[in-house]
């Protein structure tokens, strides 16, 4: 069965540092993808990035990026230059693309950061 | 990507009552997804709605309890039946997004009281 585990319950970075969080994964399927969501305190859930698991190259989206190790079945979000308005929660999640009827997307318990002035 | 408006974004409801909440969707999509979230916990997978047939709930949820309407391929339907204070939660809507992903509604915050 899919799952996604997320060990940091909380973070905490300086305004204008990178910080790195957390995200393995385990699924028997061969394909699949990853995907980071933010969750600010409005409870609305943003598209941060997405890396499938053929893709090669690690997926950057602007200051997000995606530490994809497949054989360590780990997916970490970088985030680079941290501003105040990266406070949130930050979600992993996992589609399988085959093997599953509805293809659901399975989510992480979150990381919580906050960036400090 | 798909845009999704979600109503009500909040409510505060006694209970035993009923509460529905509705996704419009700016674009026809086959299926609809239903989350919930409670307070300080991720994201589950309440039922999967498909127009024109009934929808697929996940372990632990039932029809009964969360009927969900799903009339045509913009617009769906979730209703939260004989709420209890254990149903305050966020309520989430999706549709498939960008690079396989969801695009979420922005939720409904439920207190039950």
């Known amino acids: 069965a899919q799952k996604i585990t997320q060990t940091q319950p909380g973070m905490f970075v300086q305004e204008k540092e990178a910080v790195t969080l957390d995200c393995t994964y385990d699924?028997?399927?061969?394909?699949?993808?990853l995907f980071w969501y933010k969750q600010p305190s409005s409870g609305e859930m943003i598209f941060l990035i997405y890396q499938g698991s053929y893709d090669e190259q690690n997926a950057t989206e602007g200051r997000y990026s995606l530490n994809f190790q497949k054989a360590r079945k780990s997916a970490n979000l970088v985030i680079s230059a941290s501003q105040l308005g990266d406070s949130a929660m930050y979600f992993c999640a996992m589609r399988e693309f085959y093997g599953g009827a509805t293809n659901k997307l399975i989510f992480g318990t979150g990381t919580l950061l906050a960036v400090q002035p | 990507s798909a845009v999704i408006s979600q109503k009500p974004s909040r409510d505060i409801c006694q209970r035993g009552t009923s509460l529905t909440i509705q996704c419009q969707v700016d674009s026809q999509v086959t299926m609809m997804f239903w989350y919930r979230q409670q307070p300080g916990q991720s994201l589950t997978l309440i039922a999967t709605a498909n127009q024109g047939s009934e929808a697929t709930y996940e372990s632990g949820f039932v029809i009964d309890k969360f009927p969900i309407s799903r009339p045509n391929l913009t617009f769906s339907t979730l209703t939260v039946s004989n709420m209890s204070p254990e149903d305050s939660s966020i309520y989430l809507c999706?549709?498939?997004?960008?690079?396989?992903?969801?695009?979420f509604g922005s939720g409904t915050r439920l207190t039950v009281v």
């Open positions: 999706s549709v498939n997004g960008q690079n396989y992903g969801y695009t």
């Open positions: 699924t028997s399927d061969q394909s699949y993808g």
